[in-house]
T-cell receptor, first 113, second 110 residues
Framework: EAGVVQSPRYKIIEKKQPVAFWCNPISGHNTLYWYRQNLGQGPELLIRYENEEAVDDSQLPKDRFSAERLKGVDSTLKIQPAELGDSAVYLC???????????FGPGTRLTVL | RKEVEQDPGPFNVPEGATVAFNCTYSNSASQSFFWYRQDCRKEPKLLMSVYSSGNEDGRFTAQLNRASQYISLLIRDSKLSDSATYLCAVINSGYSTLTFGKGTMLLVSP
């Protein structure tokens, strides 16, 4: 069974540029999460989807971040414009339900110059 | 006080040693508890869920102490391959969000 797929794996951009990350969860997983992990820190939730509905986006900086999961399967996270402080690893995870085990993708390592 | 706190380490132990990590949480209403393992530059992977009665999986034992609000992870007979960062994670009933600690780094040496 394929795991959570993310692309790209690495992205280097200049500040003020836009960037987008893509995630395809494990087949059949209705719950999808986007996390941000800074160096030396644990992952921090940005947004959680139940199917196509964003049920927890309280930690998403909505002035520059946006996310969508239009058909309740794959999802895109966008940053526009990127700032230096956005440099981090962006992790996508999925599960069969919110209290069930979350499976993480390999992450996208973003560097903003 | 942070929601989930861990000693960042590193814990340096020789092969074969027993090592234990604690993780404290601030919300007494927390419902679910987990230990994740994260290798360098890799994604976190679930190691164990932590049940009220405690649970054991081979060399790994997890315990929950609700009165003192901490969970623990005990690793017996450490292997070189156990070297990693161990993240504890907590789900609070009110927020339904998985909150991670910063992780504890373990280095097992020959």
């Amino acid at each position: 069974e394929a795991g959570v797929v993310q692309s790209p794996r690495y992205k280097i951009i200049e500040k003020k540029q836009p960037v987008a990350f893509w995630c395809n969860p494990i087949s059949g997983h209705n719950t999808l999460y986007w996390y941000r992990q800074n160096l030396g820190q644990g992952p921090e939730l940005l947004i959680r989807y139940e199917n196509e509905e964003a049920v927890d986006d309280s930690q998403l900086p909505k002035d520059r971040f946006s996310a969508e999961r239009l058909k309740g399967v794959d999802s895109t996270l966008k940053i526009q414009p990127a700032e230096l402080g956005d440099s981090a690893v962006y992790l996508c995870a999925s599960s069969t339900g919110h209290y069930n085990e979350q499976f993480f993708g390999p992450g996208t390592r973003l560097t903003v110059l | 006080r942070k929601e989930v706190e861990q000693d960042p380490g590193p814990f340096n132990v020789p092969e074969g040693a027993t090592v234990a990590f604690n993780c404290t949480y601030s919300n007494s209403a927390s419902q679910s508890f987990f230990w994740y393992r994260q290798d360098c530059r890799k994604e976190p992977k679930l190691l164990m869920s932590v049940y009220s009665s405690g649970n054991e999986d081979g060399r790994f034992t997890a315990q929950l102490n609700r009165a003192s609000q901490y969970i623990s992870l005990l690793i017996r007979d450490s292997k070189l391959s156990d070297s990693a960062t161990y993240l504890c994670a907590v789900i609070n009933s009110g927020y339904s969000t998985l909150t991670f600690g910063k992780g504890t780094m373990l280095l097992v040496s020959p």
